[in-house]
């Protein structure tokens, strides 16, 4: 019986209502209940028990997920609080399953990110976040000179952080725009990044996430390729999950 027993935050992440740490958030805010009663962060979910979230029963592991590249336009927030934010992911997506961002982009930045319903594989991709490749173009207010390139390129302390960037990849496009490829995910890093050398960004657009390309217009979404979803799991740690290929939907 005991082999049968998932932690709650597990359970939840399993059965594709959010990853683990929203699971964590939501359990602390006694938004979780298993058989009417709420728990205490830890608590083993057993096979026939209840689980709720809102007071919406949350059923066990689904068979099928649901893995979409998404353009977000500039003011949309990552978030699945649609209670709290107006402009929210989830709701201007209107997908009819409920799915959930890997990671995030601010508010006033755009370009690709990835949703899922699958809370185990957002877990491999956030445990793998300080080693896979994301690419950004983006903008500044001044001319680019090249020991802002090379400061980019070596790391920079962020005193409000505490802590240096990783060395990362970082080349001038023109005179104001450059790309850059990080390995690293601090909060706002890029334009907290910028701010330290005295240059204020404009614009900034995710154009990739380890081998996923964006390659859609703003505002639309499709689904993984097989090809896509197979080297994604070989980056994430060979994920043996299998993945069936559905038509790609647009919207």
Partial sequence: MENTLKRINKFLSEAGYCSRRAADKLIDEGRVTINGVIPEMGTKVAPNDIVAVDGEVVNAKKEEFVYLAFNKPVGI??????????????????????????????????????????????????RASNNHEKEYVVTVDKPISQTFVERMSKGIYLEELKQTTKPCVV?????????IILTQ?????????????????????????????????????????????????????????????????RK
């Fill in 171 to 179: 080349k001038k496009v023109n005179s104001n725009t450059f790309k």
């Fill in 77 to 126: 927030v990552c978030t699945t609080d649609t209670r709290v934010e107006k402009d929210n992911i989830i709701d201007f997506i209107g997908y009819h399953k409920r799915i959930f961002p890997i990671g995030r982009l601010d508010k006033p930045s755009e370009g690709l990110i990835l949703l899922t319903d699958d809370g185990d594989i957002v877990n491999k991709i956030l």
């Fill in 185 to 249: 995910g601090l909060n706002r890093q890029i334009r907290r990044m910028c701010s330290h050398l005295n240059y204020e960004v404009q614009t900034l657009k995710r154009i990739r996430i380890m081998n996923i390309n964006l390659d859609l217009p703003d505002g639309k979404y499709r689904e993984l390729t097989t090809n896509e979803f197979t080297e994604l799991s070989k980056l994430i740690s060979g994920s043996t999950k299998e993945f069936v290929p559905r038509k790609i939907k």
